[in-house]
């Protein structure tokens, strides 16, 4: 493989602004492997949560997530996390066309990394202390730099892996950070994405809040009672128009802004007003330089959960201002659960989705709407045109981020 | 802006909490003392250093947020406080930046999964999230506006610099802590032993606070180097690209501690080096994402200390980058 080009992280060279393109995607849930799959689940809603398989759920109270059916022919004798990420990239980096090269930058969002490996070195090493067989693979293959790397030698590129792992946040900062490499002219390219893959810590952790749903995740509905888990992975392509128009590649959409903030009100609590989802979706507007009133469709963090809908309902409320722009909201949640350190890539791939194929995807498991929504939810297959969508995702520890996505033109 | 200046530094370490601690122990030249550290199920136990108890109980040890945290989050918020100092800043960002991070609570939180998942603490399983020392060190600073949780090997560090440094000469923030935090626990032991025997796991954290210049004689970040990556390549070529972008300079602050076969890569690619150097991790033992800022702190205190003009750090991290910077004194 070539090596690296010498340049340096910092000083960083100021360059003139680029507009930043996506020229692939992929995706993988449990509605599918690939953009068709996923995109005819998202168009009507389709709820893909099963019983879950992966371990051993009959002590807890929720019993149900949204599994990845992984092709056998996927394993490679990879992690399950691994796979969901290179399934993901394959298909992103088939789209774009993309050659290897040797100044591409990675830049991806977890939550979790290989945990699985480390559920599983911890089992053997409290069941049978000093058997060694098998645990440093698990070691080494446990840490996301590992996996990282990973998918670097499969498709033969080298650059600056950065690896944010901001909670539930995580997939959209990742993606809002390699938006700012490259719009920043730092780099021309950069492959970013989100991945985690469902384990049992998480499972039982989230369930232990009494934060997973019992019933159906349902987002926005007054009588909404928790968010349930999935698992996944997404990956886009994003290069400069130019670099872009250089090649002569097709160009699936745009992403024109980014906007983060943190929230110091409780580690696993919003602050009740939504002030910090609020300052991530305005800061996002603002450097996309649109008007609120000029998105066509916002795609909710909606996890189902009380506190955070809430929050996230009032915090939409005062963006889109008084009397409230009548823009349609709905949260993909129900159809393939909560990724966690993937969400914000995967809702990213969905609004580009939105975008490119003209429909918003539903809350279909939404009934009796929460009376604070003071805007439109989408529970229904609709049929739209939007030029313009938010994406939002928020997570524990005070981490919220927004994304601005752009039909091209 | 072509260089952020240095506001302030903190650190903790098995030296103790401070940089005083720090300072004394790396003029002593003598290594602290070592702890076993009990391994369930084995008679064995394991060898790490660890930071001492403080004297005196930190005074933000009491707010609401710190209560029940871990090891690793009160080293962050420690040593970012110190770093912080007198500063005040109405934008700031912050960047913490792990490897293993919150461990403790996880194994403990994963312990009682196996147990009885129905009995699992709620209070320990949000302090097992890789952003909970960066969350609680942000509501303690109040802050409200950058805060990225970066995972990596130890060279991740020197990345969180670029990027902190990259928001302050942008313009985007006014200023940004951008910290190092780790804790030991018997299964990180266990796991790095298993690749070198000899491996003393450390704990702690360091915080740099970088910010614009304000006046001829700051210490400034003057550069750090590209991520030299071990995909397709060895430790070894990883260490001499870092070292080839560096340039010359009067101390050279190295990661190397005393392991033959892991310090390897490192020693050969600085083998000509002639000028001052320091070890701190010879000193301090390997504190993974903790250890690299103790070599940053170590050489930001030499140019403090008038002891050279300008330093470099190398860091050739585990199983990821190997990376280098550049400080200077004017």
Redesign the interface.
Known sequence: ?A??????????KKQSEARVVITGAGVVSALGIGWRANAEGFRTGRVAFGPVTLFD?S???AKTAAEVRLPESSSNGEDRASQLLMLATKEAWTQANWEPGNDLPLVLG??S?GMSL??A???Q??TT??K?RG??TR??HY????QA?EL??AFGF??????????CASGA?AVG?AFELVR?GQAQRVLTGGYDALS??VF???????ALSTTQCRPFDAARDGLGLGEGAAMLCLESLAHAQQRGTTILGEIVGYG??????H??QPDPEG??AY?AMSAACENARIRPEQIDYINAHGTGTSLNDSAEALAITRLLGNPPARVPVSSTKPSVGHLLGAAGAIEAVVSLMALREGWLPPTGTTRELDALCNFPVVRETTRAEPQCVLSNSF?????NAALVLRRYS | ???VAVGGIGVVSPAGWGLKALRETLASGAPGAVQKLA????EKPLDVRQVPAPAQRPACFQHP?LRRSSAITRFAVSAGLEALGKNEVARFG?VTC??S?CVQY??R???E??D???A???LL????????P???L??V?????????????PG?F??G???G??WV??GRIDGCLVVGAEEVDW?TS???R??DKDFLLAEGAGAIYLREPRQQSEVT?????????????SRL?GAK?MR??LPAADLLVDGIQGMRRYDRAEIEAWRDWTGQRLSPKRLLGEGLMAASPWQCIAAIDALQQGRCSSALVSVVGC???A?GAQFVRA
């Open positions: 493989m090596q690296n080009k010498a340049f340096v992280l910092f000083p960083v759920v002590r807890q109270r977890t939550t990394g480390g559920e070195f911890y089992r090493a409290i202390p000093g060694r645990q440093p070691v080494l840490q996301p730099q590992r790397l670097a030698n080298s650059g600056p892996i950065t690896i944010i792992a901001n909670a900062n950070h920043s049992h810590l039982a952790g989230f369930d232990s809040l009494q983060a903030a943190s929230d110091p009100h580690l696993t002030n910090a300052q997570g524990f520890g005070g981490a | 802006m072509s260089a391994r369930p199920g084995l947020r912050i792990v490897m991070g996880s194994r939180f994963y312990h999964v196996l009885n998942p129905a699992a603490s709620p399983f949000p302090e097992t999230v890789f952003n909970a960066g969350s609680h942000g509501s600073l109040g802050n409200v506006s950058m805060n990225y949780t970066l995972v990596g090997d991740t020197l990345q610099l670029a990027l440094a990259t000469a942008e299964v266990e796991s790095f298993m690749f970040l003057e550069c750090v180097t590209d991520s030299h990556l071990y995909s397709g390549r070529e690209a080839a972008q199983n990821q980058q990376i």
